[in-house]
């Protein structure tokens, strides 16, 4: 049996071929494998079957008895998590991982996390900032929109997203120059015009929303760089840090789409 370090704790199933390339934001608790030869896995969904209180041996046997049962023991808890119902999952080659996600709660190929109970997709391209919000709005109208990151919870989901799903097909939406393409996401001033009005969401023309009491901004942004001859009026969001910024909205950059759920 191994002891993993880093081991994913969402609803989203990573089969992980090359785990160094994930850094998982929801290892709340140290895990075990039941088996060396299973591949690497990460999960969050609700279990099939939970054993309280039992010994790794009982824990694996348990799972022994099932045809494709994957199983972890918690490490501090003893608690045992038995899962399944692997036919329920669609599965996707992100980042050097098998991604398996539940069918039916996101749009195709959105991930669902249940924490935050979001969907988000990265879409690579070069757009201005009202390009990317049409581009995620005719992703699968009236359900998708440039993220929204106003709760810890989602914050926590894009990090873990955007860490996993990063490879060579996106790197240049995870680009580390100021300027350079990174990704649009929903915020933007409420007059684009005037760097001195203040930000809301705007996830469809003619909707704007509060950003509400969780704000995410880097400590020296938003800072309207140059005023009125930069107009940085739109907001993007900084793959290294996880924060936000105001930027000029004509840039290219790829955008961050999310997601109401479909079915729940
Ligand atoms: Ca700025």
Same mark, same amino acid.
């Given at each position: 049996?191994?002891?993993?370090?880093?081991?994913?704790?969402?609803?989203?199933?990573?089969?992980?071929?090359?785990?160094?390339?994930?850094?998982?934001?929801?290892?709340?608790?140290?895990?075990?494998?039941?088996?060396?030869?299973?591949?690497?896995?990460?999960?969050?969904?609700?279990?099939?079957?939970?054993?309280?209180?039992?010994?790794?041996?009982?824990?694996?046997?348990?799972?022994?008895?099932?045809?494709?049962? @994957?199983?972890?023991?918690?490490?501090?808890?003893?608690?045992?998590? @038995?899962?399944?119902?692997?036919?329920?999952?669609?599965?996707?080659?992100?980042?050097?991982?098998?991604?398996?996600?539940?069918?039916?709660?996101?749009?195709?190929?959105?991930?669902?996390?249940?924490?935050?109970?979001?969907?988000?997709?990265?879409?690579?391209?070069?757009?201005?900032?009202?390009?990317?919000?049409?581009?995620?709005?005719?992703?699968?109208?009236?359900?998708?929109?440039?993220?929204?990151?106003?709760?810890?919870?989602?914050?926590?989901?894009?990090?873990?997203?955007?860490?996993?799903?990063?490879?060579?097909?996106?790197?240049?939406?995870?680009?580390?120059?100021?300027?350079?393409?990174?990704?649009?996401?929903?915020?933007?001033?409420?007059?684009?015009?005037?760097?001195?009005?203040?930000?809301?969401?705007?996830?469809?023309?003619?909707?704007?929303?509060? @950003?509400?009491?969780?704000?995410?901004?880097?400590?020296?942004?938003?800072?309207?760089? @140059?005023?009125?001859?930069?107009?940085?009026?739109?907001?993007?969001?900084?793959?290294?840090?996880?924060?936000?910024?105001?930027?000029?909205?004509?840039?290219?950059?790829?955008?961050?789409?999310?997601?109401?759920?479909?079915?729940?």
């Amino acid at each position: 049996m191994l002891l993993f370090k880093n081991i994913c704790y969402s609803l989203i199933v990573l089969i992980c071929r090359n785990f160094d390339k994930i850094i998982c934001k929801y290892n709340s608790e140290r895990l075990y494998r039941k088996d060396d030869n299973l591949p690497f896995t990460c999960f969050g969904d609700a279990p099939s079957a939970t054993h309280e209180n039992v010994s790794l041996a009982r824990c694996s046997l348990a799972c022994n008895n099932l045809k494709n049962c @994957l199983v972890f023991q918690y490490y501090e808890t003893n608690k045992c998590d @038995l899962f399944v119902t692997w036919s329920i999952w669609i599965k996707q080659s992100v980042g050097g991982c098998s991604l398996y996600t539940r069918a039916g709660l996101c749009p195709p190929s959105f991930v669902y996390f249940p924490l935050s109970n979001s969907c988000y997709k990265l879409e690579v391209g070069s757009w201005n900032w009202e390009q990317a919000r049409s581009w995620c709005n005719h992703l699968s109208p009236p359900y998708t929109f440039p993220a929204i990151i106003n709760t810890t919870k989602k914050n926590d989901a894009v990090t873990f997203y955007l860490n996993s799903i990063k490879d060579s097909n996106n790197i240049d939406c995870y680009n580390s120059d100021y300027f350079s393409r990174k990704m649009w996401i929903g915020g933007q001033r409420i007059d684009p015009a005037n760097v001195l009005t203040i930000f809301v969401w705007k996830p469809f023309p003619n909707v704007a929303l509060s @950003l509400g009491n969780e704000t995410f901004w880097f400590p020296t942004q938003p800072d309207a760089f @140059l005023g009125s001859l930069f107009l940085e009026s739109c907001m993007t969001f900084w793959h290294d840090n996880f924060n936000w910024n105001d930027l000029s909205c004509y840039y290219a950059k790829c955008v961050l789409c999310e997601a109401t759920p479909i079915l729940n």
